[in-house]
């Protein structure tokens, strides 16, 4: 029988910081159905990559295959999207070297789009988010690391191996804090929220706060505690004049949970950026927070098979 109504909509796949999740996802950013892995990435490859194509199978045996568009799936780590895989990973090094795509396409007989987690939680956010009235952003999402996604006419901006955008490793402070990428003084290593936890531990606050607990601690008044925010906030305005010098791009997003701090850490980061950048002094270049919280990489998963066309 030929459905009359038939929904055209997409899959993504956003392979998150503890657990796998996805969802199937109209034309128009509504979402039909989702699911939530469980599988621990400690259990192994071959567990991880038999949840992912699980899941992607289960949402198009709900909604149904002939109105599926495409499968978009987001990965952490340094990715070589050319040939589907992930070089380094420093939260599931089980994935590395693996033909993921290929692997993924395979079990599924369906081609399928690998992206990097940041330029997928910035092509959300162009999407439906923040950045819905721009065609160019820049988003710096702050985790454990600091993930970069450069979107330009509305695309990811990938480079000829597929590995731009990896803004977390710019040279903030020149011998600062050493990174797992060789580097010292990355923007990851002085503005994450891992980053606001080590310093409160260098400061004597706490060997094991939260960077919440950190921003408990400012709000209250601690100078100590405030003094971190002002540092994330300069590193981030290093970060971000040099951003707006190389792409005068309108619209440059923070994202992660520790926009929750926005108000401690904003003043350091605007001034800085205002004292590194003529182009921010003196046009309208924008630098606001995200929209979509952790559902960015959900939702730019999904979209990335309409972003190709
Ligand atoms: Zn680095």
Redesign the pocket.
Known sequence: MIRSFMTEYSIGLDLGGTNLRAAAIDRKGNMLASVAGKTAYSAGREAIVGEMAEAIASLRHEIGAPGLDGIGVAVPGFIALEKGVILNCNNISSLENFPIRDELSARLNAPVILENDANAAALGEKWIGAGKDFEDLIMLTLGTGVGGGIITHGKVLRGYLGMAGEL??ITVVPNGNP?????RG?V??HASATAVTAMAKLLGLGDALTSKEVYDLAVAGNEKARTIFEAQGEALGITLATLINAFNFPLYLIAGGVIAAWDLFAPAMLAETRRRSFTFRTTDTRIEPAQLGNQAGLYGAAYLPWSEI
């Not at 990174?179 to 580097?183: A, F, I, K, L, P």
């Open positions: 977390g490793h990174c797992g990428c060789g580097n990355c990851e290593k």
